[in-house]
């Protein structure tokens, strides 16, 4: 690593932007000393740690939204297998995220830290997470990464025309 101390006038300019005065002893009764306020440092917020399943090697995120489940009720949970088997994904290839317990996150967070390609949203909607609505079951992009909005698993998996639709996005998919 180089050298990070410098005398250059030129380069100390850049850090110190307030006047500064040389002030001579002899030229006052008493030495004037004067502290210059620093200004605080920003407060970091501590970066959230997120309990998920799944391993993420394809850096596919599935988020579901339940009060009362981990994931969902059995016929949601059965719903999400099937779909995440037709795709041909394993719980390697994705992390499944409860979102309820994370409701504070918005979307660069989360695609930070799970490095999404893609994020299925099951009962979480684009409000939620501070981007621009857009139809369910359809695929959406936010920059690079692919959005699939839909409902809870648990309401979907009795919704006949909103799983044909899903699939019918989803289906565009290959891993």
Known sequence: MAEQLTTSAEALRLFFTDDIYLVRTEDVAAPLVTAVPAAPAPEIAPATVFKY??????NVLILVNDSE???SSESGRELLRNLVKAMQLTA?????????NYSHVKFEELSTFFSSTLVLA???SPAQLGLID???HSIG???EIKLVFTGRLDLLSADQE???KLWS???QFTF
């Open 69 to 71: 489940n981990d994931v």
């Open 162 to 164: 909103g799983k044909k």
């Open 92 to 100: 390697n290839d994705f992390a499944l995220l409860n979102y309820f």
């Open 134 to 136: 857009q139809p369910q």
């Open 169 to 171: 996005s989803l289906k």
């Open 53 to 58: 399943l799944g391993k993420n090697q394809k």
């Open 122 to 124: 099951f009962g979480v």
């Open 141 to 143: 992009t936010q920059g």
